[in-house]
């Protein structure tokens, strides 16, 4: 007899809710670009349940959730890595044409020294091998594409990868910089010197504090309805089709106008960064932020949820103005 007091193993219930939604997968596999790369409905379907067993692995699900989730995916960006994965020829050639140039003048926005730069193409190179699952110019280890959801666009992803490998590079080349005396001379580093890598990002702080200023101005930005939109959905949770009944529209509709609101706001919190212009009152401008500033804002901001919409979008607003976040606070 089983035991009702156990608790539920959620991450076994994940493909048993997909293959609740069978009719969807397949129109899914049917609209995506998987027959161009050869890739079967049984490795597509794989590759969703990774990505569903990842988003949902510490918070129950049903399907109405597991469903809006696959509606936020990019879709042909995880058929194209899963067919890499699965070692599809045509894939990786139409990877590299897409991806090598892109790679290398983000890199080179990283490093600071132009695409065409000695760092860059090492940089960018080092990832097509992990992509590749190279290692001293041998194919031993399984491809970093594993680690691919769906959840952001390609693009996002690899510069995101990229912003983190530049990081962690600069950080173990530090341990061996030479140490300055107090007269002003540099020094030998000896082995009791080194100082250790941390363990987190020490500016993770302040990248998350200007996101929220970011996000905070640009949901002013928005249009009433959208903000309202993005409020149902990430603070009062409601479902698509709640949302849907509430504005007086379809669900397919209420998807589909949530999905634009969504790439709106993207586009204004990247463009708020890379300028450092506000537009709320009492908050200044700040300096601009790079690429790789800029996607490591949006890692860190997605990393274990450390943003509480219910704060940003509070269910009885104060009558006065609430302050808004500094960089400094």
Known sequence: MPNDSAPPNRRSDTPALLRGLESRLDLLYANSTSSTWQLSRAQFFAALERSASKRFADCTADQAKLEEYLETLHIDDLVLATACLEGSEPAWEQFIKTYRGYLRAAAGVITKGGRSGTDAQELADSLFAELFGLVDGTRREASLFRYFHGRSSLKTWLRTILAQRHVDHLRRSRRWEPLESEHGEVEKPLPTQITPVPAQDPHRGRYLRRFLLALTDSLDALA???????????????????????????????????????????????????????????????SPLSEAEIALCFEYASEDSPLDFRQIFPEKPAAKTAARPTESS
């Open 224 to 286: 009433p309805d959208d903000r309202h939109r993005l409020e149902l959905y990430y603070a009062r949770e409601k479902t698509l089709a709640e949302i849907g009944r509430l504005l007086g529209e379809h669900e397919s509709s209420a998807s589909r106008h949530l999905g634009r609101a969504r790439r709106e706001l993207r586009a204004k919190v990247e463009e708020c960064l890379r300028t450092g212009r506000h537009t709320g009152e009492g908050c200044p401008n700040l």
